[in-house]
């Protein structure tokens, strides 16, 4: 490398990024970075900010030329997104570095693109500007959020194609809610782990072991939008209430799959739960455990297979349930591709989701399933299912896989349990 190249490599974030601070291809009006305490998303708001108003060279002009930086207040506005340890002029080369004008509360690059400062405590400064771009930091904990985003909503009208980045620890706010449904918006995920190398380990440490599994640490951690709607099946109270201790021996442990229609990063998640069952006496004493929520996504057929085989191996289970209305026989043929000897049990949905899922929450509601730690993104969804159906954007396919599993282990041997005949002597 010349010495200009190893002078300009800690400024091209392109190289140094993780996977979520890099904006999402395609048409998208609204970029949201939902992440825990310390992922990286003050950086990754920053860096979008470069990307949009420099150029090619320092006085090329770039793609947008007044942007509207919004945070809770001015203050954070200045400490966290302009001079913070990740904020813009930090992040900045010395020969593109933003001048900040106090009188003005603007930055002013050396190609004549200019950021202004605002408040979410003053929507109605936002009433008149017009923005090519906008920086929304932490909009979840805004105090006038609804009236402050309509009004940069409103501003954002130059340019062939005004965006906006915005960068939150997801909070259970209306504002955020809609923001997530609408189809021009793009979000990109990650937990506070995904920066550990820019954290002390024994931050990390601490809070693990103080709020892993928490309802707090899903949301600050795990940067997972914790949400109830009216009428759904589990709350996060009763999901609190049935925390499993220590798993006691299993009698049976499955792996129940509810395989996507399709492919690829767009399509839905492939729902992988693995159970246990402890079934001494009757079936009104019988317990089960969810013991993992392996799903993954954005993989093809032999991806989620793979898998489907690792969880059934790790848990030594002794047997797949696999929903097949999807793919028929293709399913059950693309497990026992990745794994031949993978005893495989065919269930076909013949119920609506909620028909299926209303006996299992009744289960749930009499103490009788439990779950381990590490199921918060099986919960969210769980607390998204309602009577009326799935209250939340695609398909709920953790708790199809779920509701499979508690079905093979706690519904379906009850129904053909008989109580064993007394002996005569």
């Keep these: 490398m010349t010495i200009g190249e190893r002078l300009a490599l800690p400024f091209l974030f392109e190289f140094w990024a993780h996977e979520h601070q890099l904006p999402p291809e395609g048409d998208w009006r609204s970029w949201v970075i939902l992440g825990g305490r310390g992922a990286g998303k003050t950086r990754a708001g920053a860096e979008w900010v470069r990307s949009q108003v420099e150029g090619a ?10 942007v509207a930086l919004v945070g809770e207040t001015l203050d954070q506005v200045r400490e966290v997104m302009i001079f913070g340890d990740s904020g813009i002029i930090a992040c900045s080369p010395p020969d593109r570095r933003p001048q900040w004008v106090a009188t003005r509360r603007c930055l002013v690059w050396p190609n004549g693109a200019e950021a202004m400062a605002f408040s979410a405590f003053d929507p109605e400064s936002l009433r008149g500007p017009q923005f090519d771009g906008a920086w929304a930091d932490e909009l ?8 402050t985003w309509d009004m940069l909503q409103f501003g954002l009208r130059l340019g062939d194609d005004p965006r906006a980045c915005v960068t939150t620890t ?6 955020l809610k809609a923001l997530l449904e609408l189809p021009s918006t793009a979000v990109t995920h990650a937990p506070t782990e995904a920066n550990r190398a820019h954290l002390a380990d024994s931050f990390l440490a601490e809070v693990r072991a103080r709020y892993e599994g928490t309802q707090l640490g899903m949301q600050e951690l795990d940067g997972i939008l914790v949400d109830e709607v009216d009428g759904a099946l589990w709350t996060r109270e009763g999901l609190e209430g049935n925390r499993a201790g220590l798993v006691p021996p299993l009698g049976r442990i499955v792996v129940a799959v509810d395989p996507p229609a399709g492919a690829g990063k767009s399509s839905d998640a492939c729902g992988i739960v693995v159970a246990g069952v402890v079934q001494d006496g009757p079936p009104k ?4 455990y969810v013991l993992e929520d392996a799903s993954v996504q954005g993989l093809g057929p032999t991806g989620w297979a793979t898998a489907v085989c690792e969880a059934a191996k790790r848990w030594k289970a002794d047997r797949v349930v696999a929903e097949v209305n999807q793919g028929g ?4 043929s693309v497990l026992q591709t990745v794994d031949p000897m993978l005893p495989v049990r065919k269930v076909h949905a013949t119920k609506g989701k ?5 006996p ?9 399933v439990l779950h381990s730690r590490g199921l918060d993104r099986l919960e969210a969804q769980m607390c998204r299912m309602t009577g009326a159906g799935y209250d939340g954007q695609g398909s709920p396919d953790r708790v199809d896989a779920l509701v499979w599993a508690i079905n093979e282990l706690m519904i379906d041997p009850a129904g053909k349990w008989q109580r064993p005949q007394a002996r005569l002597l």
Excluded at 329 to 332: K, L, N, S, Y
């Design 329 to 332: 026989a293709m399913v059950e």
């Design 285 to 288: 004493d019988w317990r089960a």
């Design 170 to 175: 997801p909070r259970n706010v209306e504002v």
């Design 360 to 368: 299992v929450a009744a289960l749930y509601e009499q103490g009788r």
């Design 57 to 66: 060279r320092p006085l090329d002009k770039g793609r947008c030329k007044r």
């Design 354 to 358: 909620v028909a299926r899922a209303e």
């Design 140 to 147: 979840a904990k805004w105090p006038k959020a609804r009236e």
